[in-house]
């Protein structure tokens, strides 16, 4: 049997990543299976988790079938989904399940079934898991077959339009997290969300466009890019909110946008935020909310030309190692139950404190989240629902 030395290791990791340079997206599953087999195992499958995070999807081999789903809440792959950590099963046969991250994302797992238990084969699959969910990354970009198999059903035009823009749910280094949820997903409307880590600074943006149309996901998606080209070109937030009220005005006249565009400094805990006509961003410390800590003045919302005459007020304040700012649309707090109840916003930071005071990083927090205000409104959700949580960790505490 082959043994998972660090030379066989290496030789196996770079035949897999030249055989899917070579292939293409369709070669995977089998280039994953031939490398399983390399190291020893008796074979590999690759789940990938669905759009909005309920399952775990086989990436189907070609003339085979796909395969069970995993749940992402009761399976053992969905636990090592949802912890980010290798969970074993003895079998028979053993079988292992490792996540697949990017950076800090979660992507799905890699299920390996091997031939006897092997504890310090560990990391050799564990490496095998990371360069599979790079591998899963870079076709996405280009493979229709990795992109529909996460979906349920298909998506309406807008919805399309905006999840093409979306950058990944989660980013972060060893000192903030950011991440965000996006409902309805298949028919979302006018919300989007924006977040980059550079030069020590994380920037976070949320978007909320009026109405429910493939104008409001294109008033969306241009906030979008004007906020990128912006900051790319070294602007600051005040000069983001000019930029996308000027862009609206010119090319979606008859659409308003409100918005929070933020940045945190990951090494001092500024942070610095403009507020457009949007709902207040909460501060949560510890396992309270401080009430007001992050109300100011809301400026107008965008795409009116009010803000193009001048530059709006910045607001700044210091967080503790820690803190947790959230950020959310209106379509959050209003979501009604089916006997007209509304979600609100004590319901919403009452459910996010209770899963992270339990442990649970910002990611796993905002899944539990969004589908609790998706169960709320019997899974009819009637306007957009955004959700994006920074969670400032400096010297990698907590996140």
């Known amino acids: 049997m082959p043994t998972c030395d660090e030379k066989t290791l290496g030789g196996v990791l770079a035949r897999t990543l030249a055989r899917s340079r070579a292939g293409g997206p369709g070669v995977l599953p089998g280039t994953v299976q031939d490398a399983a087999r390399e190291l020893g195992g008796a074979g590999a499958r690759v789940f990938l988790a669905d759009v909005q995070q309920r399952h775990l999807v086989p990436l189907p081999e070609d003339g085979h079938d796909p395969g069970e789903r995993q749940d992402i809440e009761t399976t053992l792959a969905g636990r090592a989904y949802r912890l980010r950590r290798t969970q074993t099963s003895a079998g028979p046969p053993p079988v292992g399940w490792f996540p697949l991250v990017d950076g ?4 799905g797992v890699l299920r390996v079934e091997t031939r006897e238990p ?35 059903r298909p998506m309406s035009l807008q919805s399309e339009l905006l999840w093409a823009f979306l950058p990944p749910r989660t980013i972060g280094t060893r000192d903030v997290t950011s991440s965000a949820v996006l409902e309805p997903a298949y028919e979302v409307g006018g919300d989007a969300f924006d977040h980059s880590v550079a030069g020590g600074r994380l920037h976070l943006s949320v978007f909320d466009a009026m109405g429910h149309d493939l104008a409001s996901g294109g008033a969306s998606s241009v906030a979008l890019a004007a906020c990128r080209s912006t900051r790319r070109a070294g602007g600051g937030l005040a000069d983001i909110v000019q930029a996308i009220d000027r862009t609206l005005g010119r090319w979606i006249p008859d659409r308003l946008l409100t918005a929070v565009v933020a940045d945190l400094d990951t090494a001092t ?5 403009v507020n457009c006509g949007h709902p207040t961003p909460l501060l949560i410390r510890g396992r309270h909310v401080l009430p007001d800590a992050l109300r100011r003045r809301a400026e107008l919302p965008l795409g009116l030309g009010f803000h193009d005459h001048g530059p709006q007020p910045v607001h700044h304040l210091r967080l503790q190692p820690g803190d947790r700012v959230l950020v959310y649309t209106d379509g959050v707090t209003d979501a009604r139950s089916p006997g007209g109840e509304t979600f609100g916003e004590e319901r919403l930071t009452d459910t996010l404190v209770r899963h992270t005071a339990s442990g649970e990083p910002a990611p796993e927090a905002l899944r539990h989240l969004i589908h609790a205000l998706l169960a709320h409104q019997d899974h009819r959700l009637r306007d957009d629902a955004t959700i994006a949580l920074v969670a400032w960790h400096p010297e990698g505490r907590g996140g």
């Open 118 to 152: 092997e504890p310090d084969a560990a990391g050799c699959w564990e490496a095998l898991a990371g360069l599979v969910a790079l591998l899963v990354v870079s076709a996405s970009t280009y493979s229709d077959v990795i992109v529909r198999m996460a979906r349920d």
């Open 104 to 107: 800090i994302e979660r992507i």
């Open 269 to 273: 805990g500024e942070l610095s935020w």
